[in-house]
């Protein structure tokens, strides 16, 4: 399926328009993200981060060093990292299970991401959680969830949350596009709208929910409309075009802190590997002509096009750009392989945890 450059979803009573103005017509802001030579170096250090992590990932996956399931963000980088970008470090986010891109455009720490992978004691969920599982409470990194389509009421409650204390932060809620045909979703939607809360759907429609395509599993392929059955502001995005996706994550954001009113947001993007690790590339469900075709609008290469016409970015400053991002993810292995296993004991740590809310 071909993403499509930045493109407003039809038939919204409320739905947002071209300029991010809610459709109510109170002429709510239209944030306008930075989009100069250094953000654009900024994003792009962080996708290449992602990809070389991912890539090192892959690796450690298949010399054994990571357990479990392991769900790699090769060829949505734009997504996760365009959104988290024009975030405040108060809002929240909550993700799904290919969640360690989305923790690393966070600002986790790539040694703690890397050693919780490993599932050692310095991992950020203290090698409890595992790939599927990242959490970091310092950065309101609240979590990967391993249940398709659970963490969206989770969402829905931490946004509520925010209203009932009087605060201005978001929450930012990632899913895939096979979460749209749960339950929770239309729950979490319908109560987020009904009570107006400052959180934003991001849906990484990436086609496929495991080896499923999208018009297989849903009735509505263009499915940024379910918002219409809430009243919801929603728009299409591409995403694979990082800026795209800033702005449109800027719109929605906006709206949601100074209007406290959630909106939808259809990323359209691709993966660029199997569902897993332990799903072929392609062959299966999928052709190699048509994951060729998707790889020729890599996020990476898109926006490093962007910076060689608009920056004059060359070859030289790609490579250099990269060995760096090298040298990083190598030190997060090595640090992640001399991290201790966790002790028996911490069994029986954090099984309850005193609040204060």
């Not at 103005?21 to 654009?40: L, Q, Y």
């Not at 339950?183 to 934003?200: K, S, T, Y």
């Amino acid at each position: 399926m071909a993403t499509k450059k930045t493109e407003t979803a039809r038939g919204s009573r409320r739905g947002a328009s071209r300029k991010g103005a809610s459709a109510r017509g109170n002429g709510a802001k239209s944030a306008a993200p930075a989009n100069d030579a250094a953000t654009r170096r900024e994003l792009l250090h962080t996708m290449l981060l992602e990809r070389r992590f991912e890539e090192k990932a892959a690796e450690a996956y298949a010399l054994g060093k990571i357990g479990g399931f392991c769900h790699l963000y090769i060829g949505q980088e734009a997504v996760g990292t365009g959104v988290i970008s024009v975030l405040r470090d108060d809002d929240y986010i909550i993700t799904s299970y290919r969640d360690h891109g989305q923790a690393l455009a966070r600002g986790i720490n790539a040694r703690a991401i890397m050693a919780e992978l490993f599932g050692r004691s310095d991992g950020c969920s203290k090698g409890k959680g595992g790939s599927m599982h990242l959490f970091d409470r310092e950065k309101n990194f609240l979590g990967g969830h391993g249940i398709v389509g659970a963490h969206l009421p989770i969402a829905t409650g931490v946004a509520f949350a925010i209203k009932y204390r009087g605060g201005d932060q978001v929450c930012v809620c990632f899913f895939g596009e096979a979460a749209v045909n749960n339950g929770a979703f239309h729950e979490a939607l319908n109560m987020a709208a009904l009570w107006r809360l400052p959180v934003i759907y991001v849906i990484e429609n990436n086609r496929y929910g495991m080896g499923t395509a999208l018009e297989r599993a849903s009735a509505i392929n263009d499915i940024a409309e379910r918002a219409c059955s809430y009243d919801m502001p929603n728009e299409v995005v591409d995403g694979q075009d990082i800026i795209a996706v800033r702005e449109a994550a800027a719109r929605a954001i906006e709206r949601a802190r100074t209007e406290s009113e959630p909106t939808l947001l259809e990323m359209r993007t691709y993966r660029f590997m199997g569902h897993s690790m332990s799903d072929a590339v392609s062959g299966t469900y999928r052709t190699k002509e048509e994951l060729e075709e998707q790889m020729k609008r890599d996020p990476i290469t898109v926006l490093r096009d962007l910076m060689e016409e608009e920056d004059g970015w060359s070859d030289e400053q790609m490579t250099e750009m990269d060995q760096e991002v090298r040298k990083m993810v190598e030190d997060s292995y090595e640090f992640a392989e001399q991290s201790p296993e966790p002790p028996l004991e911490s069994l029986y740590e954090d099984v309850l945890v005193d609040t204060t809310s």
